[in-house]
């Protein structure tokens, strides 16, 4: 019987890219044969929660085009990629009768079913390594937790201890790391948006997000944005904006499947400053970001507690079931014209603006009265830039049972005057 290869796997889950990649880096310093992997796990395009999709047909798209990106940066660095559909646990099983895996590189999770798939790897492949990173995060953990005992409940608590002395660590580069370790040949599905289950979405031109999936397209959006247009230094000016690609940097959708990272943003940030001089605004874009990372390190401390009905604040949360509430919510046909255009946006596009989300998910939560992961769930299924650190954690923030203990209801109609004053958003969405 001949002997198995032994090979390292690069597991990519939400950190699909190659600038800035810890686990790449790692693979290749190491020197060993290796493969990365990526599995579309039927679980994400199948299962219903709260009534909605966990994967709808935008953030399918988005992903699918990150995935064909991504083989094409590894096919330049003459890395293996293996593209899977079916069951974490089945296709690590497959592999392991191939080859005999020695060690695992991946990015660490905490969230349920991140962890669950884990363990499926785990209870497949007993004795192999693990070598993990905490490659989405701006702030390395260690320095979190050098700098405070435990994260406090209130933002502002968060980031003024952050930012006394912050450090980021230096992005990881491979790029001048050479693999030639390979010549292993891999055999990947073909895995198209019809055989993940779902129709290819019509390009509704007033979306506010026309962008593509992958790594390529998300540093030319990071270029256009700063250098090119310099739209960054006016960013904290435009940030509550609701039409058009420019009144936000739009950095979401990648930042959520890990196709760009947060540390580059926030170097480019600062070659930005550099060059061009810094304001409030460059600030301020940093400042977002602590938000992001705020939610991760909830979630990491509460872990499944952020899906519970009472939250984090285990406050209790009343709510009726009222399903023509919820679908009038859902299909933008409300009492209120400015939270119809925002959900009408969301429906059509897979993207709303950081005011809409607050507005809606407000309205939701205090005016009709719904579980709030009924919405929450349904954010889940239709955003492209769907996070679920972020999502929960700002849902109930919303919901009055996460990290605000003041009970905030935003007033609809005061909104759109103040944000939408010439009903321009509102006539966009909702003109016949
Ligand atoms: C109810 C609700 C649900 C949300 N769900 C998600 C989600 O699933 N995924 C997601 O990425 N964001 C979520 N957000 C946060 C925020 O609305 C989006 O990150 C932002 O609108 C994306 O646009 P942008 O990239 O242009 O942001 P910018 O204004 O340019 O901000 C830059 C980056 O900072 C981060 N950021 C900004 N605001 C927040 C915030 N409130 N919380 C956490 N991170 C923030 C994002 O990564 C964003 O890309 C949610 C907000 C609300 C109120």
């Known amino acids: 019987m001949s002997e198995k290869q032994k090979i390292n796997i690069v597991r990519f889950t939400k950190d699909l890219r190659t600038r800035d990649s810890e686990s790449l880096y790692n693979a290749m310093q190491e020197g060993q044969p290796f493969v990365a992997v990526y599995i579309f796990d039927d679980r994400d395009f199948s299962s219903l929660e709260f009534g909605s999709l966990k ?12 995935i064909n990106d991504l083989k094409e940066n590894l096919k330049k660095k003459n890395i293996p990629f293996l593209i899977k559909k079916g069951k974490t646990g089945d296709v690590f099983s497959e ?10 590189f991946c990015q660490q999770e905490w969230t349920k079913e991140e962890t669950d798939r884990e363990n499926e790897i785990r209870n497949v492949l007993p004795s192999a390594e693990w070598e993990k990173s905490y490659s989405q995060f701006l702030i390395h953990p260690l320095f979190v937790s050098k700098t405070m ?5 209130l933002f502002t608590a968060f980031r ?3 930012e006394k002395n912050l450090l980021i660590r230096p992005e990881f580069t ?13 055999r990947c599905d073909n895995v198209t948006l019809g055989l993940l289950g779902y129709e290819e979405p019509e390009t509704d031109l007033k979306t506010a997000f026309p962008f593509r999936g992958g790594e390529s397209e998300a540093l030319k959006r990071m270029e256009s944005y700063f250098s090119e247009t310099r739209h960054l230094s006016n960013y904290k000016e435009t940030r509550n904006g609701l039409i058009g690609t420019d009144y936000s940097s739009k950095f979401s959708a990648w930042l959520a499947d890990g196709s760009l990272s947060a540390v580059s943003v926030y170097h480019e940030i600062k070659k930005y400053e550099q060059e061009f001089g810094s304001n409030e605004s460059t600030y301020w874009l940093v400042f977002e970001l ?21 939250g984090i604040s285990n406050k209790p949360y009343i709510s ?6 919820i679908r009038q919510w859902k299909e933008g046909t409300t009492d209120s014209d400015f939270i119809n255009a925002n959900m009408l946006e969301l429906k059509n596009t897979g993207w709303m603006s950081n005011r809409g989300r607050q507005n809606v998910a407000s309205y939701f939560c ?18 492209i830039d769907y996070d679920v650190h972020s999502n929960y954690g700002n849902w109930m923030y919303l919901a009055g049972v996460g990290n605000d203990n003041r009970d905030r209801v935003f007033n609809p109609e005061k909104q759109a005057e103040m944000y939408d004053p010439h009903q321009e958003f509102i006539q966009l969405w909702l003109q016949k």
């Open 95 to 104: 592999l392991a009768e191939r080859f005999d895996i020695v060690k695992i």
């Open 160 to 162: 003024q201890k952050i």
């Open 149 to 153: 005992d435990k994260v406090p409940m």
């Open 366 to 383: 205090k005016i009709l009265k719904q579980d709030w992961r009924i919405g929450a769930a349904y954010f889940e299924e239709l955003l």
């Open 290 to 310: 602590l938000w992001r990372d705020f939610f991760r390190y909830i979630s990491m401390e509460y872990k499944d507690l952020i899906f519970r009905k009472n």
């Open 55 to 66: 994967t709808g047909r935008y953030r399918a798209k988005f992903l699918l085009e990150t």
């Open 174 to 186: 491979s790029e001048n790391l050479v693999y030639d370790k390979s010549g292993i040949e891999v």
């Open 320 to 325: 009726e079931n009222d399903e023509k509430l």
